[in-house]
């Protein structure tokens, strides 16, 4: 299984980018699909997941209300349409995706599968 990246880049503080992850490779059944990010010096963190059966959502309080997390099942995509970035926002975003229940949507512990990441950039 793959995940592959796309959309990050260099922005402005105040305005939007929306980071894509498709899946593909063998027959893939996602229970559920996340984002994470790492700033350097940081730990990775959680910022957005979503369950693929139900769709229900989950966001990090620092980015909630800002970012919105989506997908699209006939394309096995997420999608991560974050608005009103901020400086700190600036990090490397990785995609994950787990092929089983677990238990915390949040836990980085919990995906198995990871993309390669994509830089975002906010500028002040």
């Known amino acids: ?4 990246e796309s ?5 402005q503080a105040g305005g939007s980018l929306r980071l894509s992850c ?3 490779g063998r027959t893939f059944s996602s229970y559920a699909m996340g984002w994470f990010r790492q700033a350097p010096g940081k730990e990775r963190e959680f910022v957005a997941a979503i369950r693929w059966s139900s769709g229900s ?3 990090a309080d620092s980015v909630k209300g ?3 997390i989506s997908r699209d099942n006939a394309k096995n995509t997420v999608y991560l349409q974050m608005n009103s970035l901020k400086p700190e926002d600036t990090a490397v975003y990785y995609c994950a ?3 089983y229940s677990g238990r915390s ?3 980085r512990y ?7 990441g994509t830089q975002v950039t906010v500028s002040s």
């Open 1 to 4: 299984v793959q995940l592959v």
């Open 7 to 11: 959309g990050g880049g260099l922005v």
């Open 22 to 24: 498709a899946a593909s």
């Open 57 to 59: 959502t989950y966001y």
């Open 66 to 68: 800002r970012f919105t």
């Open 97 to 99: 995706a787990r092929d």
């Open 105 to 107: 949507v949040s836990s």
């Open 110 to 116: 919990e995906y198995n599968y990871w993309g390669q």
